[in-house]
């Protein structure tokens, strides 16, 4: 710079010191600011005065720093009180630290000299890829993370020798994760105006995670693409998970279905594979699959897949088979297949079956060989027999069956003959009273059970007795077998029976334990004959013929039903007329005098169709001042015979003509006759 224009620039100070002492002190109107610059690249620091009255100068790292043409220049007009530095060629030796903008006194009599804040310029230097270290040790990018589901883990994103230090941000495939890390710089020790940026992610994963990426990114503006990123597979290592297929869902039948159970099982690292059957303490298989072929009732269980690895053990899965399978008879009895036993006495049978589901039980009971029909006895696996009579004999067989996929399945045993010894017994007999027609024969049959068999049977009625096996004139007796063991039917027979043959008939058996009877009562009708039936026909109808003369005769004299009641005669209905009298409320008697206003009704206009006269009809005769007669009768309920029809007289023609003239209709006559009514 020249004296010139030192002497130049002084006149302008005191000019500016002047006009700050009148206007007020220099002060900064922008500060510098925090500023990055890439390598070899150019950065503006911006300081702006109001009222500049002192010299600007910039100061970085407290020391001085002059202006160098191509490398340090101003960057705005310092006439106008812009004092910003431009820094050319940046480089990170020379240009990267604190700088401070500051002023000069207005005077040295002022104090207003100025010193700026601090201000960082940062020399971008590209740090080296990020790393992730975990448990101390670095893992190579695109390899495995080992890591256990649920239990938290540290990981470690490193990113080094930059400036500034980068930013260092956390993802799991897509998701962000950025806020469970914390991150914190470091300068390097081998060269303090580099950084290291550590990120520590702590994280739970879970089995969801496993075969993911997890990834660092580090964003820096000196990067070429601004960001580079670590990834790594994360492997998750959790419990097994056991899922069961095959469980049944219908019936299976033993020996027809077959059943396949299997166990499948997710787990990081691959479990191992146990079955149990339930009951049992030894590991029924360690393969995946179970498989019954065809199933069994041996198969029938409940089973428990369990899967464990070194990171835990599964919950135990269950699958239940239920194999269906008909009844089979184990045992029966008594074994000797034979029962005897006392007449009145118990007895007991049993049978034990095993099928699944559970068997239904039913005794049967034939009274005989070969009986077409079978009686239910029983429906429990033991039958107690109280009271045995002789219905109680005959072969007894246990049936049972059960139900699977909708069929019956079903199994007898072999039948056990009952055998009831005792005193005579009478079986139930179906009719106690015997009615046949005098002349025919009678038949008495009565049916009983002996064991031993009878040593003495005899029939008995009054003060006769007749043997078995023999017979007395009309009565002959006979003794038939019965297809029940130890049963005989008794029979006598009574020829052409007569009225006096009616009575009790009582059969008598005994036998070494005892003795029984039964009666039977004979009842004797007489035969009805033809000729009977025909005067029954005849005199029938001789009462019919006889009851329609009478009505016919009640009819024609009036009689009965028939008749009249009261004393009605038609000359009462003159007398009433003649009586006369005014209109009731418009349907009373019609009287005035006149030519029409007397006069007696014929009978047969009683029966005559009343005419219901119309308004108008009414209006007209109202104004010719004609008078029309009505009738309103009651009639008594018996019927009256002859002619009541009125007969118009003279007079009533005149007015006839004189209506037919106007109306161009006869008129009709009416008349009211009120009578009390008479009580039939």
Not at 50 to 70: A, H, R, V
Not at 98 to 110: D, H, I, P
Not at 122 to 147: D, M
Not at 638 to 646: A, F, L
Request: net charge neutral; aromatic share 8%.
């Amino acid at each position: 710079m020249s004296r010139h224009d030192a002497a130049e620039g002084g006149e302008k100070r005191k000019t500016w010191h002047a006009t700050g002492v009148a206007e007020g002190t220099q002060q900064f109107e922008k500060e510098p600011s925090y500023t990055e610059v890439n390598p070899r690249g150019e950065a503006t620091l911006h300081c702006r005065i109001f009222n500049l009255m002192g010299e600007c100068s910039w100061q970085k790292d407290g020391l001085p720093t002059g202006i160098y043409p191509g490398k340090y220049e101003w960057a705005g007009d310092r006439e106008k009180g812009d004092c910003s530095l431009k820094i050319l060629n940046a480089d990170l030796n020379y240009d990267d630290g604190e700088w401070k903008c500051q002023v000069t006194a207005s005077a040295f009599t002022l104090r207003d000299a100025l010193t700026s804040t601090t201000a960082r310029l940062v020399v971008r230097v590209p740090p080296n890829s990020p790393q992730i270290e975990y448990k101390t040790h670095q893992v190579i990018e695109g390899n495995q993370l080992s890591a256990q589901e649920l239990k938290p883990a540290t990981v470690k994103c490193i990113s080094r020798f930059g400036n500034p230090p980068a930013g260092l941000r956390w993802f799991i495939g897509e998701e962000d994760v950025t806020k469970a890390s914390t991150q914190r710089n470091f300068t390097e020790t081998e060269d303090e105006r580099k950084w290291r940026a550590e990120s520590v992610l702590e994280y739970t994963f879970n089995k969801e995670d496993h075969e993911k990426k997890l990834r660092c990114l580090a964003f820096h503006e000196a990067y070429d693409a601004r960001t580079r990123e670590v990834q790594l597979i994360l492997d998750i290592q959790y419990a097994p998970i056991v899922r069961l297929e095959g469980i049944p869902q219908q019936e299976v039948e033993e020996n027809v279905d077959d059943v396949s159970l299997h166990c499948k099982v997710d787990s990081n690292p691959p479990g191992n594979i146990v079955w149990r059957k339930s009951g049992h303490e030894s590991i029924f298989s360690f393969s995946e699959t179970l498989d019954f072929r065809p199933v069994v009732r041996d198969t029938t269980g409940t089973y428990v897949c369990e899967a464990k690895n070194n990171v835990g053990e599964s919950k135990g899965l269950t699958a239940t088979i239920d194999v269906k399978y008909a009844p089979v008879i184990k045992r029966y009895g008594p074994s000797s297949r034979k029962v005897s036993a006392a007449l009145g006495n118990e007895t007991i049978l049993t049978c034990e079956a095993e099928s699944n589901p559970p068997p239904s039980y039913q005794w049967l009971q034939k009274p005989y060989e070969n009986a077409q029909v079978a009686y239910i006895r029983g429906r429990n696996a033991t039958l107690r027999l109280t009271n045995l009579s002789y219905e109680h004999q005959g072969l007894y067989a246990c049936s049972v069956a059960n139900v699977i996929k909708g069929r019956e399945r079903k199994i007898q045993s072999e039948a056990i003959a009952l055998h009831v010894r005792g005193a005579p017994q009478f079986l139930p007999s179906r009719e106690a009273v015997v009615t046949v027609a005098r002349g025919e024969d009678a038949e008495l049959s009565l049916t009983f059970c002996a064991d031993p068999e009878p040593r003495s049977m005899s029939w008995e009625w009054g003060s006769l007795a007749l043997e078995m096996g023999s017979w007395r004139g009309k009565y002959h007796t006979q003794l038939l077998p019965d297809r029940r063991q130890g049963c005989h039917e008794a029979k006598l027979t009574i020829k052409e029976v007569e009225m006096v043959d009616a009575r009790k008939y009582t059969f008598l058996v005994k036998n070494e334990h005892g003795e029984d009877s039964s009666f039977l009562e004979l009842h004797i009708k007489e035969q009805v004959t033809i000729t009977t039936v025909i005067g029954i026909v005849i005199g029938c109808a001789l009462v019919l013929v006889l009851a329609l003369l009478l009505l016919l005769y009640a009819f024609k004299a009036e009689k009965w039903c028939f008749s009249q009641r009261g004393d009605f005669k038609p000359s009462d209905i003159t007398t009433e007329l003649e009586k006369g009298g005014g209109q009731k409320n418009g349907r009373g008697l019609v009287g005035g005098k006149g030519p029409g206003s007397g006069g007696a009704i014929p009978p047969d206009a009683l029966y005559a169709v009343p005419h219901k006269a119309t308004s108008d009809h009414d209006k007209s005769n109202g104004e010719g001042g004609k008078n029309i007669i009505y009738a309103d009768l009651q009639l008594p309920r018996s019927s009256n015979n002859g002619s009541m029809r009125i007969r118009p007289s003279p007079s009533n023609g005149q007015q006839q003509q004189q209506i037919q003239h106007g109306a161009h209709r006869s008129p009709t006559e009416y008349a009211q006759i009120s009578f009390q009514r008479a009580d039939v």
